[in-house]
DNA sequence: TTTGTATATTGCAATATTACGATATAAATA
DNA sequence: TATTTATATCGTAATATTGCAATATACAAA
């Protein structure tokens, strides 16, 4: 099929597997590194920071966009492009469970 | 035409593309809420907890497993799984970085 | 040994994703 | 206004993913 039975996941779950599914692809990692390395907003370059053609660069990150993980400004000419925190903080609050999880290993069994 | 360019990008950024892909689907997602939930390993009733035919939940283990992010371990008759610590750290040390940068954002623009 | 139980694999149909050339749009500049 | 520059969208080909029925495998129990 290739289609995906949310409806039988929570609102959290499918939220979560969308922010995780859009985080999954390198140029998509290479781009949210970047803007990490920075430190700030980026206008216009990011075309040139990655092995893909403009189409493909643009397109994804317009999924980061829609994911929630990245907020795009217009100015003039080109878009400012920075991190966006409301995507990240829920990934946050996912991976601190896990950190609980795996500081507390008393019970395991494999 | 579907396929990753994966060769354009470094080690790092294809293991965590990886990793976030496998969490990338609410079943997925699911099961490791669930290895979260009952604190051990889980012995034969996964196929139980999920709405999804025994087939594809065996494929989603097996997706979670590939990508080194659960444990499964024969015994006897059924199989016990549990979270594998090696997947999830290095999900933790990007968290850490994203959580670095949103903590000094003072060089925001967007 | 036969039967039951648990999980994996195969095969396939439907849909999604990735990538890019061509083209569109929109602002900046000459 | 015409041209350049930056980004988005469209269309399409190739490949990947999802889901399940059917079947296989492997151990357990009768």
Do not use: W
């Not at 939220?15 to 206008?43: D, F, N, T, W």
């Not at 920071?49 to 795009?72: D, F, M, V, W, Y």
Request: glycine share 6%.
């Amino acid at each position: 099929m290739g289609v995906t039975k949310s409806e039988n996941f929570t609102v959290e779950q499918n939220e979560l597997a969308i922010l995780a599914k859009a985080i999954g692809h390198p140029a998509r990692i290479a781009i949210i590194q970047y803007l990490i390395k920075v430190k700030s907003c980026v206008c216009g370059d990011i075309v040139n920071k990655l092995p893909l053609s403009q189409p493909t660069i643009s397109q994804h990150l317009k999924e980061l966009k829609n994911a929630g993980l990245i907020k795009g400004t217009v100015e003039g000419n080109t878009i400012c492009y920075c991190l966006d925190e409301a995507g990240f903080s829920k990934i946050k609050a996912f991976t601190e469970h896990l950190n609980l999880y795996f500081e507390n290993q008393n019970n395991q069994c494999c």
